[in-house]
């Protein structure tokens, strides 16, 4: 049953609206064409490299990106074919990104930190025949490249016998410096160049991702999708031209990926940075007015601004000023810390009129930290076969300064996205029933919905509903259409009481804790009886303050229960965990830090040596500035 409790048009008829009054074509080289004639000479990317800043007009871009492209043709490069991009954010990867769209080809962004096994399979699953990749994963690479007949290398590679990948020794296939592959651009590439016509339901990109029914799958975006996406994000935003974004996530991830195509969209400039510990630098350089980033880099970030007042001896006027500005928003809806905090403010560059965070899920205590300091810290949600973003909560300054809106708001992921639409189903198997209990899955409709899956047409079924995309995330849909994840349907702990336990609930709580690092909710079978368990990393830094020196395996197992026992009296019985393992080593995560469920093992151990080792070391400068998290 799909309830629709938005009480809007069809999603067809909301999709064709977006489409007619958008200011984005619908094909990427079109609207990088259009961008390159609106503001060409203006700086469109940069970054810092060797303490030398390198920039690209949109002029610059375009040229470069037309001539990288004439040599893609050269090389062989069909319309449709799979080129895989395996390197750091920089602005070689715009130039080929935006050469390979104009060469018809389709881009297969992979993550720099995939193993040589991951990494080879997926660019074998895509059918890749060119790879443009940096030194760092080329190292990693070996014999097993399926069909790829071109290696495109960005930056510099130890080329040395017994050093460089196997198969630069074994000759096959053939290699080529990124700044050389222009050269090998001819009359005839060029000519064929003009020929390649691109239409909005061409293939753009194929992203593996582990999908809404668990497994790594080629999600396949088409230029449509992404475009329309593009469209909406640059309404909720309010993205103009005299932006200037800070990207640190990397780019083979949905969001930043769009991002990317959104700034371009508008003219804004858009500035590069890898290393997150120069991140303060860069902000205080640049003075972006959007910055993007997931809950673990924030909460990373509100941690080393409390470090750094400590550490000055400055903890005391801190904390009286989090209460100066609690007493104002409380009494008058006025939000003070814009001024009382106005040092942090400009340590981050003094400029920011939005912090938008994706990815996963935001702690509330987070959101909330931000809004004290003045900051507008705001939620969005999506996914990958979204394009992604389908949600998102929308800038008002005045609310933000003036009300107590965002902090009565904070936890939902905000309104769908112009052109997008957002209902319920019920998930039978779980026993939960929207007429019910006034919750379900949610499910997505707009021209922002995938392709399907690559090559997997089955997978692509399931995850369909109808004509609506379902995003396996649990949710309710408030009164003014905002949008509340509950959890995730196919992590849901059915007990054999009936009584229902979310993960995503207890990990919130659990979370919290300064000693509970890593936390993973999982269902356990005891005596044919299901229960929930819990997965916890303890913090070693948490665990030596509390212990006083005492770090025997038994006395950390002793703390760790202490706190999950002190936390759980605030929990129904039914939610209590029943089965406690400790893991010795972080749980792992996906490419934006949150848990990669998936990966979670069955069983962990806990080995008080090996869990020092692997404890990552304390920062080396523990008063660095807010921004260099």
């Known amino acids: 049953m799909v309830i629709n409790l938005l009480g809007a048009k069809p999603a067809q008829d909301a999709g064709e609206a977006l489409l007619q009054t958008s200011l984005t074509p619908l094909t990427i080289p079109e609207m990088f064409a259009s961008a390159r004639a609106r503001f060409g000479e203006q700086v469109g990317y ?3 490299v060797r303490g030398e800043w390198e920039t690209l007009t949109y002029e610059e871009t375009w040229r470069q990106a037309r001539d990288f492209a004439a040599g893609l043709v050269a090389l062989g490069l069909e319309k449709g074919d799979r080129v895989a991009v395996m390197c750091e954010n920089g602005l070689p990867w715009v130039v080929g990104m935006y050469g390979l769209y104009m060469a018809g080809g389709v881009i297969v962004p992979l993550y720099v930190e995939l193993t040589s096994v991951e990494a080879e399979e997926l660019i074998d699953r895509a059918g890749a025949r060119i790879i443009i990749a940096s030194a760092k994963p080329l190292e990693r690479l070996g014999d097993s490249l399926g069909n790829v007949e071109h290696v495109i290398v960005v930056g510099e590679t130890d080329a040395r016998e ?16 990124f700044d050389q592959c222009a050269a090998q651009a001819t009359e005839q590439s060029r000519a064929a160049l003009e020929e390649r016509r691109t239409v909005p339901d061409d293939l753009a990109s194929i992203m593996f991702t582990s999908g809404t029914t668990g497994g790594m799958k080629g999600v396949m975006l088409t230029h449509k999708n992404l475009m329309a996406n593009v469209e909406s994000t640059r309404r909720c935003v309010q993205a103009e031209e005299k932006d200037r974004l800070l990207l640190v996530l990397p780019i083979h991830h949905a969001f930043p990926f769009t991002m990317l195509h959104t700034s371009t969209a508008v003219g804004a400039e858009l500035t590069f940075e890898n290393d997150l510990l120069r991140v303060r630098d ?3 350089e640049v003075k972006p007015t959007i910055f993007l980033g997931v809950p673990a880099l924030f909460e990373q970030m509100y941690r080393t601004i409390l470090r750094r007042a400590e550490s000055e001896g400055r903890m005391e006027l801190f904390q009286r ?4 500005v609690d007493v104002a928003k409380r009494r008058t809806g006025v939000n003070l810390g814009r001024l009382v905090f106005r040092e942090i403010h400009q340590l981050l560059g003094g400029q920011l009129r939005i912090i938008f965070c994706g990815g996963a899920a935001l702690k509330p205590e987070t959101a909330r930290a931000f809004f004290r ?4 810290l705001l939620q969005g949600w999506g996914l990958t076969e979204a394009a992604p973003a389908v949600a998102a909560q929308r800038v008002n300054t005045r609310k933000f300064l003036f009300s107590n809106y965002f902090e009565e708001q904070v936890g939902t992921v905000g309104q769908p996205l112009d052109g997008v639409e957002v209902k319920l189903i019920d998930v039978p198997e779980k026993e939960i029933y929207v007429h019910l209990h006034g919750e379900g899955e949610l499910v997505v409709r707009g021209p922002n919905v995938f392709a399907g899956y690559w090559q997997a047409p089955e997978e692509t079924n399931a995850a369909m509903a109808g004509e609506w995309l379902r995003t396996g995330d649990l949710g309710r849909i408030d009164s003014e259409g905002n949008i509340w994840i509950t959890g ?3 992590y849901i702990i059915v007990l054999d009481s009936g009584e229902k336990v979310v993960p995503d609930e207890l990990e919130g709580r659990y979370g919290q804790s300064a000693l509970l690092e890593d936390v993973c909710v999982v269902p356990r079978r005891n005596r044919n009886k299901t229960q929930v368990g819990m997965i916890v990393y303890p913090s070693l830094e948490e665990a030596q303050a509390r212990l006083d020196g005492e770090m025997s395996e038994a006395a950390v197992r002793k703390l760790v229960q202490e706190e999950v026992d002190s936390i759980a009296r605030d929990l129904a019985a039914y939610k209590r965990i029943g089965e406690l393992m400790l893991s010795d080593t972080p749980l792992p995560k996906t490419a934006l830090q949150d848990i990669a469920r998936g990966q979670v093992a069955e069983t962990y151990s806990f080995d008080v040596e090996t869990w020092q080792q692997q404890a990552p070391a304390p920062p080396a400068q523990p008063e660095a500035e807010p921004a260099s998290s």
């Open 46 to 48: 940069q970054q810092k």
């Open 162 to 177: 017994g050093q460089s990948p196997r198969f630069l020794r074994r000759g096959r296939p053939s290699v080529l410096p």
């Open 282 to 284: 860069r902000m205080q």
């Open 321 to 324: 000023g989090l209460r100066v």
């Open 373 to 376: 300091l003045g900051l507008p």
């Open 488 to 490: 995730r349907s196919k």
